[in-house]
Structure formats: C-alpha cells, structure tokens
C-alpha cells in the first residue's frame, strides 16, 4: 500500500501522492479535501495543537476561539 499520511483538519488518512498540500514553517501537510486545505490555512495552529493537547480538557489560557465552528 501507499504511504498514507493525516489529514490534520479532519483526521482522515490522505493520500500525499494525490491530496491537497500545505507548508507551514517548512513542513508539508496534506488533506483530503481543497476545502480542509482551506480552513488549515486560516489557521494553522488551531489544528496543529503545538503544545497543547487535546485530551484533557483543562482550561484554555487566553485564547477562545472554537474548534467546532468558526463563524465569519
Ligand atoms: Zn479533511
């Protein structure tokens, strides 16, 4: 099988040979969708998490925005 790699928007396993790419701070992110591409470019650090886990809900310092729905 190809080497798959995931989609940091939704989660999905994508194919880097055929999904929509992104570099970020040199490295390359790949998606299943143009419009996964889209919101992870709005926002990068929303679903790159660095740092912070997602795990554990325990208290977001400072920062407030949704993760679920951004409205515009
Ligand atoms: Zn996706």
Redesign the pocket.
């Known amino acids: 099988m190809a080497e798959t790699t995931i989609?940091p928007?939704?989660g999905?396993s994508?194919d880097p040979a055929t999904a929509p790419s992104a570099e970020v701070d040199g490295t390359t992110y790949y998606?299943?969708?143009p419009?996964?591409r889209k919101a992870f470019m709005a926002d990068p650090s929303a679903y790159l998490g660095g740092g912070h886990e997602h795990g554990g809900h325990h208290g977001h310092g400072g920062h407030d925005h949704g993760h679920g729905g951004h409205h515009h």
């Open positions: 989609d928007v939704c999905m994508v998606f299943c969708a419009g996964c």
